[in-house]
């Protein structure tokens, strides 16, 4: 039997009954694979900040001391309670859906007010305990979606199992492969069918360390350890040639094939296909993967895998990233140590927290691309200014464009890209090319992001396909 591990994300699960229909009840035989659950589309956003504005959550004003947090958990409370509503019409089922996470979130704010009182003495600094206030909230979102598909799918007959990594009740500790291995030691997947929390406890701190991409570090190392035939992502959308709320629909197209290494660059814009150290793994293990779209089972999705190489060079996919901040240094004395004032900047990067997403410099001067929030970008710029007073330093909103393929001709991307910006009335602000011939990446005006994406991917994906259908009819 053929044993896959899938992960279902956040959007998806929203839309619980396309998933039972497409994905959980799809097959015939329902058993050999595994599932982890990402949280409920907007749960941990609203647990900890969100991933796309940095609007506070819970996590935030608990460690602002903002003495509002208690009632914005009974009012996130509220809104898990109106999904086990929609969700269960069974009332014994909905009995239990709710007495698990009213006992999750009383918990949980007993657990932090235990913490606020204890800091309410010198010896104790809140500061030290936000790291494990963090982790453990992060944990309540998928606790939720994962009891609730295991339920749901038992009051239909399957054999399902909550697997509840979190370590909310449990005392024992360990590595995350560790916990792993310990969870799966009598799951027998020819009979039950695991539903996973995304979250995982763990010594190393799984928040700590992937920050909001452990759900796919768990995912992926389930599917190493157990050693799956194959790995499954379903999304709310298709791994597409472009975004196709930026370009529309009806123009973009399935990726279909593609390998690591174009994932990876996606991964960095925050187009994540998987995390990059998710993905990591599963190269080194030989594990496939598929990203597929929730909402159209019988499409075979795109195949990720190390042995793809493209026939012909084809651009397959242009991503992008808006709301860039490019920080830019200019400083006559960094001619010939120019790696003292880059080690400094990173350091200072690597304090604020703030995501680096590319950077160039020559002789005398530095770009590094950032992205944050507002707070901690500002803060990288002071520190910037403060360390570096006779500098010239400033800072900007742009937007990064890339062009990737899995073996592209660079200098061809390149000229005709620019040129396509250009006719578009986008005056490109930098352009670079990569040795490795897998992406080339343009930063133009934040202004200018939809023109951008529009503009390279009917040059250089839509129009090249053309061409080439436009050969096959002419050799007809």
């Not at 819970?58 to 460690?63: K, L, P, S």
Request: charged share 20%; aromatic share 8%; net charge negative.
């Amino acid at each position: 039997m053929s044993y896959t591990v899938e992960k279902i994300g956040g959007t998806s699960m929203s839309a619980f009954d396309a998933v039972l229909d497409n994905i959980l009840l799809k097959p015939n035989h329902p058993y050999g694979r595994v599932f982890v659950v990402s949280a409920y589309s907007g749960m941990t956003d609203a647990l900890l900040e969100c991933k796309r504005t940095g609007k506070p959550g819970i996590y935030q004003m608990i460690a602002k001391r903002d003495e509002g947090w208690q009632e914005t958990m009974y009012e996130l409370e509220q809104r898990m309670l109106m999904i086990n509503e929609n969700l269960f019409a069974d009332p014994m089922s909905r009995m239990r859906a709710d007495k698990f996470i009213r006992s999750r979130i009383s918990e949980a704010v007993n657990c932090v007010n235990n913490i606020l009182e204890t800091c309410q003495y010198g010896q104790f600094s809140l500061r030290h305990y936000l790291p494990q206030i963090r982790e453990f909230l992060s944990s309540i979102g998928e606790a939720h979606s994962a009891y609730n598909t295991a339920l749901k799918l038992k009051a239909l007959g399957i054999n399902a199992r909550f697997v509840d990594l979190s370590g909310w009740n449990e005392e024992t500790r360990g590595k995350l492969d560790e916990v792993i291995e310990r969870a799966f030691a009598d799951i027998d997947v020819t009979t039950e069918l695991p539903i996973v929390t995304g979250y995982a406890y763990c010594d190393e701190g799984l928040m700590k360390t992937y920050d909001r991409g452990y759900s796919e570090m768990t995912f992926s190392r389930i599917a190493v350890l157990t050693e799956a035939d194959q790995a499954i992502i379903h999304k709310e959308y298709h791994l597409s040639s472009a975004d196709p709320r930026v370009v529309g629909p009806e123009k973009v197209r399935p990726m279909g094939l593609t390998n690591f290494d174009v994932a990876d660059q996606l991964a960095n814009l925050g187009m994540e296909a998987i995390h990059p150290n998710a993905a990591a793994g599963l190269r080194n293990k030989g594990i496939e993967l598929r990203v597929k779209n929730t909402f159209e089972p019988e499409h075979a999705g795109t195949l990720i895998s190390n042995h793809y190489q493209p026939e012909a060079n084809n651009v397959e996919i242009i991503a992008g990233r808006n709301k860039v901040f490019a920080l830019h240094m200019f400083d006559q004395s960094m001619v010939g140590s120019v790696d003292n004032a880059s080690y400094e900047l990173m350091e200072i990067i690597a304090e604020a927290k703030v995501h680096l997403v590319g950077k160039e410099m020559n002789a005398n001067s530095m770009t590094y691309y950032l992205s944050g929030t507002s707070d901690n970008l500002n803060h990288v710029l002071y520190k910037a200014e403060k360390r570096y007073p006779n500098a010239s330093i400033s800072g900007k909103m742009v937007a990064l464009i890339s062009a990737i393929g899995s073996s592209i001709n660079t200098n061809f991307a390149l000229g005709k890209g620019m040129q396509a910006l250009i006719e578009a009335n986008v005056n490109p602000m930098a352009a670079h090319s990569s040795m490795r011939n897998v992406n080339v990446q343009f930063v133009v005006e934040d202004s200018d992001y939809n023109n951008a994406i529009c503009a390279l991917h009917q040059a250089l994906i839509v129009a090249k396909s053309g061409s080439k259908q436009s050969n096959k009819v002419k050799a007809a």
